[in-house]
């Protein structure tokens, strides 16, 4: 036998030898039909639930009281309500979809997590009225923190003139002032596990920036008493852009014009109004200022949604 010869069969003496180790036992493989088996059974279990459940959000959702679409629901429950232990009808009373398909948690739903985490140490509410909200919150190892929102703080935010807001401003207040706190202080606890994270507006506010009076009315009856049939005082252009001094008055067609440009990026007008009122920005004379001021604060990277980063468009959104 050749050198060659000799080389070759101790070569494939150690193939054999690797091959034979390689072979599962029929232990080995029996083990391993039973984990294919159990995790077969498990996704088809998953699989029956997640029909069931987008079932019972079809069923849901074509009932009267509900205006979300089926998978609005579904969304929502699998978000927000399945965590928590929720059933779809609880989890409907505690969650809005606003605009773009974010979801946005009523304030008590945010604040119910804070009380159960066993983080919140103490809260003190040091003014409760109409006017201001005031409320002392100590975390467990920090020091206190006050956080205060007043009717002028809803006013520069554009959400006063709600309806909700003219009618129970206390407790919209309170509400904003407690979702304020939990997204500044227990950040972990409303974007951990268990949340859908946290929003920087509650439901008491997306219900207005839906810019739908359904939503509006839906939320009266979740803060109390159904919204009486007079409708809101309207302030007028004027009370929102106030002319500087000795400037010529804003013509209605350049105000329309800027409405129609809000409306193009889904911007409500209160809020786009209240803004510039807000900087103390001169209301244009020109279409050329118009346009202007227009590109140097509502672009995507203005200002603006520095501001309100919650009505940026999302990517997918198309604006007509």
């Not at 009856?221 to 106030?242: C, F, K, R």
Request: proline content about 6%.
């Amino acid at each position: 036998m050749t050198t060659t010869d000799s080389h070759y069969l101790e070569a494939k003496h150690e193939e054999n030898k690797t091959m034979s180790m390689n072979i599962p036992s029929e232990a080995e493989l029996a083990r391993a039909e039973r984990w294919v088996a159990v995790q077969r059974a498990q996704l088809e279990i998953a699989e029956a639930q997640a029909q069931a459940d987008m079932a019972e959000a079809e069923r849901i959702s074509a009932a009267s009281f509900c205006k979300m679409p089926a998978q609005d629901v579904y969304f929502a429950y699998r978000a927000v309500g399945e965590p928590r232990q929720l059933n779809m009808a609880q989890t409907l009373q505690n969650v809005h979809v606003m605009r773009g398909g974010k979801l946005s948690e009523h304030a008590a739903q945010q604040w119910g997590d804070v009380e159960r985490s066993g983080l919140l140490e103490d809260v003190q509410v040091i003014e409760r009225s109409a006017r201001a909200v005031v409320i002392d919150v100590k975390r467990r190892g920090r020091s206190p923190q006050r956080i205060s929102w007043t009717m002028e703080d809803a006013q520069r935010a554009g959400l006063a003139r709600s309806q909700t807001w003219q009618q129970y401003p206390a407790r919209m207040l309170e509400a904003r002032a407690k979702t304020e706190a939990a997204t500044l202080i227990f950040a972990d606890v409303v974007t951990g596990q268990g949340s859908s994270g946290a929003n920087t507006y509650s439901t008491e506010e997306a219900a207005f920036f839906s810019g739908r009076p359904e939503d509006e009315a839906a939320l009266s009856a979740v803060v109390g008493d159904a919204p009486s049939s007079a409708p809101p005082a309207q302030s007028t252009t004027e009370e929102l852009i106030e002319p500087a001094p000795q400037q010529p008055k804003v013509g209605a067609h350049l105000i329309e014009r800027l409405k129609q440009m809000m409306d193009k990026q889904q911007i409500p007008h209160e809020v786009g109004l209240a803004y510039l009122k807000d900087r103390g920005i001169a209301p244009p004379s020109s279409y050329q200022e118009l346009t202007r001021l227009f590109d140097e604060h509502f672009n995507l990277d203005g200002p603006f949604y520095l501001r309100h980063p919650m009505l940026l468009p999302l990517e997918d959104e198309e604006t007509i």
